[in-house]
């Protein structure tokens, strides 16, 4: 079974510019998380999607990014306009409905780098 | 939301077995406590959960007190593939369906 996969790995970008990441979940799972971890900092929540609905979107930090997840399968994450402060590593994450609690399948990881 | 407090790192050799404790005073009644690990370059990754006890599984084992305020992550005989950081997480207060939250983590480094 294909695990989490995220694109680009790596994304390098001037201030100003839009990025969008993308994350494709293990197949079947409703549930499906966006991190990140900024320069030197803890791993953050970002939101939260069962399905196509957003389940909880405490965490995006300002309206410069924008998640969506039509149709219930793969994600996305727009920066637009990307500022510096944006730079470090975007995780998403999936898990299927019941089972473990707290368990969620990581993707690799995409590194955005804001110069 | 419960915070938790785990060594910033620890150093172990191989062949040792290596034991993370963490404190989560604050922990609610219908929080589980759950371990991630972590490589360089990659996301983390599900090591062991639990929620009153012992648990184990082919990985790690896990003791949690009566009173749940602390857990200690053992991980026998360690070898070199085992350095790595190491996730100390409780619940949000909702039942663990929804958002993790990470802390600072233990860096663990096994040394030849």
């Known amino acids: 079974e294909a695990g989490v996969t995220q694109f680009p790995s790596h994304s390098v970008i001037e201030k100003g510019q839009t990025v969008t990441l993308r994350c494709d979940p293990i197949?079947?799972?409703?549930?499906l998380y966006w991190y990140r971890r900024v320069m030197g900092k803890e791993i953050k929540f970002l939101l939260h999607f069962v399905k196509e609905s957003k389940q909880d979107e405490s965490g995006m930090p300002n309206n410069r990014f924008l998640a969506e997840r039509t149709g219930g399968t793969y994600s996305t994450l727009k920066v637009q306009p990307a500022e510096l402060e944006d730079s470090g590593v975007y995780f998403c994450a999936s898990r299927t409905s019941g089972g473990v609690y707290n368990e969620q399948f990581f993707g690799p990881g995409t590194r955005l780098t804001v110069l | 939301l419960a915070k938790t407090t785990q060594p910033i790192s620890m150093d172990s050799y191989e062949g040792q077995e290596v034991n993370i404790t963490c404190s989560h005073n604050n922990i609610a009644t219908n929080d589980y406590i759950t371990w991630y690990q972590q490589f360089p370059s990659q996301g983390p990754r599900f090591i062991i959960q639990g929620y009153k006890t012992k648990v184990t599984n082919e990985v790690a084992s896990l003791f949690i007190p009566a009173d749940r305020k602390s857990s200690t992550l053992s991980l026998p005989r360690v070898s070199l593939s085992d350095t790595a950081v190491y996730y100390c997480l409780v619940g949000d207060g909702t039942g663990g369906y929804n958002k993790l939250i990470f802390g600072a983590g233990t860096r663990l480094a096994v040394h030849p």
């Open positions: 197949s079947g799972h409703d549930n």
